[in-house]
T-cell receptor, first 112, second 114 residues
């Protein structure tokens, strides 16, 4: 089945630093979604991307839909303590947005 | 405006027992999806309900079943529990008219099977 590979698995950064993480697939996706999960909570949608090459921002977050449709990137600028959490990429399984495939996540820790 | 609510938040069962988890979608949403999240993993799709029917199903055995009520709330039932069923069960709601993958998740029900 479809798989999404996220890297890195975990990151430790200093407050104020910029962060970059990515997600790749062997299959083409027509939508890329980035979710964040805080401890004890459900995932929250951060950014949705619908067109190859699209670059979308949400505050300090910027995500890009790769031209090949097989990858996506998420950047966080000037990290703050509340950025701590697990970031998941996700995409429609076999083209159907009724069912999402999630990556295994990138665990972000922000050090003061 | 209430978001997605799930109950119970935590529960402990023993192998072979049955469990029912409940979900109320975000106000105005008509579609409910269930995901299983094992420790250290991303959520895995179980199934989606719309108009009281199972609309899509993931790769889960028949021990996993669900129901949607006329008020759009939903239940997830798991029979003959196995140790491997221990996980966080997440409910997510959305509009059927916006099949975009933009889901609103609840906080989840943490199931431990002993």
């Amino acid at each position: 089945g479809q798989q999404l590979n996220q890297s890195p698995q975990s990151m430790f950064i200093q407050e104020g630093e910029d962060v970059s993480m990515n997600c790749t697939s062997s299959s083409i996706f027509n939508t890329w979604l980035w979710y964040k999960q805080d401890p004890g909570e459900g995932p929250v949608l951060l950014i949705a991307l619908y067109k190859a090459g699209e670059l979308t921002s949400n505050g300090r977050l910027t995500a890009q839909f790769g031209i090949t449709r097989k990858d996506s990137f998420l950047n966080i600028s000037a990290s703050i303590p509340s950025d701590v959490g697990i970031y998941f990429c996700a995409g429609p399984t076999s083209g159907s947005a009724r069912q999402l495939t999630f990556g295994s996540g990138t665990q972000l820790t922000v050090l003061p | 405006d209430a978001g997605v609510t799930q109950s119970p938040t935590h529960l402990i069962k023993t192998r072979g027992q049955q469990v029912t988890l409940r979900c109320s979608p975000k106000s105005g949403h008509d579609t409910v999806s269930w995901y299983q999240q094992a420790l250290g993993q991303g959520p895995q799709f179980i199934f989606q309900y719309y108009e009281e029917e199972e609309r899509q199903r993931g790769n889960f055995p028949d021990r996993f079943s669900g129901h949607q009520f006329p008020n759009y709330s939903s239940e997830l039932n798991v029979n003959a529990l196995l140790l491997g069923d221990s996980a966080l069960y997440l409910c997510a709601s959305s509009f059927v008219s916006r099949d975009t993958g933009e889901l609103f998740f609840g906080e989840g029900s943490r199931l431990t099977v002993l």
